[in-house]
């Protein structure tokens, strides 16, 4: 199970980190799995802003997030970490974290993954 958390409103410009722990599996589990932030807006489909392979490499799919975004993770917390800095408006929507199930980065990237657990809402005031 994911959990994600630490959105709220923050001004344009601020920063924000996100946290999702996996709850129910062991850390040697988790290591071996591949992350992806995904978020959606209102009146729009789920997109992957963030992935992280199991072996550390890193993927920002969107151009809009590369530079601002950085995914990071804590095998011994069973945690991905999301840090945002200069938000800005359209970065709000609801993040949702998720994994391969040890399938391969590559289904994280076509959204092939586990169950959806619950978002947090983050929203970016101009």
């Known amino acids: 199970q994911l959990q994600a958390s630490g959105g709220g409103l923050v001004q344009a410009g601020g920063s924000m980190r996100l946290s999702c722990t996996a709850s129910?599996?062991?850390?040697?589990?988790?290591?071996?799995?591949?992350l992806g932030w995904f978020r959606q807006a209102p009146g729009k489909q789920r997109e992957l802003v963030a992935g992280?392979?199991?072996?550390?490499?890193?993927?920002y799919p969107e151009d809009s997030v590369k530079g601002r975004f950085t995914i990071s993770r804590d095998n011994s917390k069973n945690t991905v970490y999301l840090q945002m800095n200069s938000l800005k408006p359209e970065d709000t929507a609801v993040y949702y974290c998720n994994t391969d199930l040890g399938r391969g980065y590559y289904h994280v990237v076509v959204g092939q993954v586990g169950d959806w657990g619950q978002g947090t809402q983050v929203t970016v005031s101009s």
């Open positions: 129910g599996i062991t850390e040697n589990t988790f290591s071996g799995y591949s």
């Open positions: 992280m392979s199991d072996s550390g490499m890193t993927h």
